[in-house]
């Protein structure tokens, strides 16, 4: 029986903008441009399997253990899939002074799911993190480059509703 593998590609757009990162560090230091490298490898491949991770560093020249210990470092990389809008909730000290946790138990039920899963429909996954430096807008949450602040449930409500459509 023969097995079919999937080549784990950038676009030829994605591998020329990675080039041109790639070609911003001296030789022999190409390790420097790791974190924008995965940020676009995330963006193609929505999440940092372990065949995206060998791709970069692959494209690094470098050992793929240097990669997943970024990926795993970081909460910005997703280590599973996850849903089109990931909700990146903030829980420390700040935000759950202001609420944070009634709001986040709102979310929770709102979407039927807990920290870590993601909604049968694919558009949610919620993802716990540890802070993000928006201590006086809080509580708050971050979907890509958005954050949403100074959120009760009534604008949790919103939000959910408009990604929905």
């Known amino acids: 029986m023969t097995e079919i593998i999937n080549k784990i590609a950038f676009t030829p757009e994605r591998l020329e ?10 030789e022999g230091k190409q390790k420097s441009a790791i974190m924008p490298i995965m940020h676009l490898a995330q963006e ?30 970081y909460t910005m990389f997703h280590l599973e899939p996850v849903g089109k809008h990931v909700i990146e909730y903030c829980r420390t000290g700040p935000c759950v002074l202001m609420g ?11 979407l039927g799911i807990k920290k870590g899963q993601t909604t049968s429909d694919g558009l949610f996954t919620l993802k716990e993190v540890e ?28 939000i959910i509703d408009e990604l929905s459509k």
Request: hydrophobic share 40%; charged share 20%; with cysteine.
């Open 17 to 26: 903008k990675a080039n041109e990162m790639i070609a911003r560090y001296p």
């Open 44 to 73: 193609q491949f929505a999440w940092m399997s372990q065949s995206v991770m060998d791709y970069v560093a692959e494209l690094l020249e470098i050992q793929p253990i240097e990669v997943y210990e970024v990926a795993t470092f």
């Open 100 to 110: 944070g946790e009634e709001v986040y138990d709102h979310l929770q039920q709102k």
């Open 131 to 158: 802070c993000l430096a928006a201590c006086g807008w809080g509580p708050c949450f971050q979907i890509r480059e958005q954050y949403y602040l100074h959120l009760n449930n009534q604008k949790v409500d919103e």
